[in-house]
Structure formats: C-alpha cells, structure tokens
C-alpha cells in the first residue's frame, strides 16, 4: 500500500471527516447559506439588483470559504484530540487535502450552485412582476441579468478567495486558538501596511499623492484637477498574477509544511 497517497484511504478519511463533525461542516455550510440569502433579498431592496449580486457573491465565496477554511483543521484546538487526528492510519498528505478539499473544493461548489439557483429565482420573479405593456418594460428588463462566474467582478473575486482560504488554512495551523480572529486581524494588517507602504512610496516619488493603488495607478493632484500615473500593462498584469495566484500557491504548499511538522 502507498505510504504516501491511497484513493480508498483517502476516500475513508474524508468520509470520516465529513461525518464525524456535522454541526461544523454543514450546519455552519447551511447558516452561511442562510445568512447570503438574507443579504442577497434585503440588499436588492436596499442597494439594487446589480449590487446585491455582486455583495452576496462576494461575502458568500470569500468570506464562506475563509469561516469554514478556520474549521477544517481545528482538531489542534485541544492537544488531546489534535494528538488522536495526527495518529489517524493515513499519511499527512491525505489529512491535509481533506481539509483543503472541503474549504478550497467542495464548499465552493456548493454555495455556487445554491448561489445560481437564488440569483436565477430572484431574478426570474422580478421579470415576472414587470408589466409588459409598460413603457419601460424592455429597459427594466434588460437591466437585471443573471450573474455571471464568467464576469469581471467575479474574475476580481476568485483570487481574492484562493487567498483568504490559503491564508486561513495556514494561520489555523499556526493558531491553535482562535484563528479565526487572529488571521482576520493579520489580513488587515498586511492590506493596511500594504497600502500605506504603497502611498509611502508614491508620495516619495511623486510628491503630494490623492490616492494610490497597489500594483495599478497613482492619482496625484494637477492644478485643481487630478492625474492619473498607471503602471505599464505587463508589469501590472505580471505583479497581479504573482499577488493572484503565485502568493497563494505558496501559502497552500506552506500550510501543507506546517502541518507535517505538527507535533504534540
């Protein structure tokens, strides 16, 4: 038998760890699911159709995945019971993909279907209320669509996501205790100190600065007007796939390292 990767193995742990928790694995799946139909049906009445998509995609993916990625792993929360996980006859490997599975995999998929099946109801009823013989009929209709996961905002989200599930996994690791609030308070400091390093420089360079935005423009005043300074294409496109996509391929390989190295 392989030491390392057996697929009924796997196959048993991760059937075992679904099962052996269902309060935190799909009752919390559920009241996250919950809670985005809420924002999705008070934000629309609030803020507008458009809005409340791209609000309940956001909070839904991002924050859904990043409040179960802080669940997966917290056997470590107890030395007893982390000690038990560890000696599971499985490899690391396996242990460590199960949680990787659940929060980076399989919940993503399922709230995007919930989250396609709410959009499309919701936005099914509101063509239905619409009165056909109205003169703004075609106009009011053609304004609410279906969101798209083909989309640009939802192109902006899905690194964002990759990184918040690769941050949390690592720092449950590294917190034994209250990871949750621990990671979410790191994140904030990392995009605070970001920014205010990235004003730092660009006040540096170009004096007094309106705003700056990491890895994309600089608006400086000009007169009583304003200017916009932008990085040149490629370097931007190649500084947002090694922020996208690079940074949390390494935070994924460095949550999988500091689980090897877990020890009671």
């Known amino acids: ?3 390392t990767f057996n697929l009924r193995r796997f ?3 991760f059937k075992k760890t679904l099962l052996e928790r269902p309060v935190q694995m799909f009752g919390f799946t559920a009241l996250i699911l919950a809670f985005i139909f809420i924002v999705y049906a008070l934000a629309k009445t609030l803020i507008g159709f458009n809005a409340s998509q791209n609000l309940a995609f956001i909070w839904g993916l991002i924050g859904g995945s990043f409040f179960l990625a802080s669940f997966v792993f917290n056997y470590f929360a107890s030395n007893a019971i982390g000690s038990s996980y560890l000696t599971l006859p499985a490899s690391q490997l396996e242990k460590w993909l199960c949680g990787v599975l659940i929060a ?8 995007m279907t919930f989250y396609r099946l709410m959009d499309a109801s919701f936005v099914y009823l509101f063509h239905k209320s619409l009165d ?3 003169p703004f009929y075609k106009q009011q209709y053609q304004s609410v669509n279906i969101f798209s996961f083909n989309g640009i905002i939802a192109w902006k989200v899905y690194p964002m996501y990759l990184f918040a599930v690769a941050a949390m996994l690592v720092g449950s690791l590294y917190f034994n205790k209250v990871a949750l609030i621990k ?3 790191a994140i904030c400091c990392l995009i605070i100190g970001s ?3 990235n004003w730092g420089f660009a006040k540096m360079f170009f004096g007094p600065v309106n705003d700056a935005t990491i890895f994309y423009n600089v608006t400086i005043p000009v007169g009583k007007e304003e200017g916009s ?6 370097i931007s ?3 947002f796939n090694i922020v996208s996509y690079v940074f949390p391929a390494i935070l994924f390989v460095t949550s999988l390292i500091r689980f090897r190295e877990k020890e009671f």
């Open 132 to 134: 056909p013989a109205g």
């Open 183 to 185: 990671v979410s308070l």
């Open 195 to 197: 920014y205010l390093l």
């Open 1 to 3: 038998m392989n030491n």
């Open 11 to 13: 196959g048993l742990l």
């Open 229 to 234: 300074i932008m990085l040149p294409e490629k």
């Open 237 to 239: 496109g190649f500084a």
């Open 104 to 111: 980076a995999v399989l919940y993503p998929i399922i709230f």
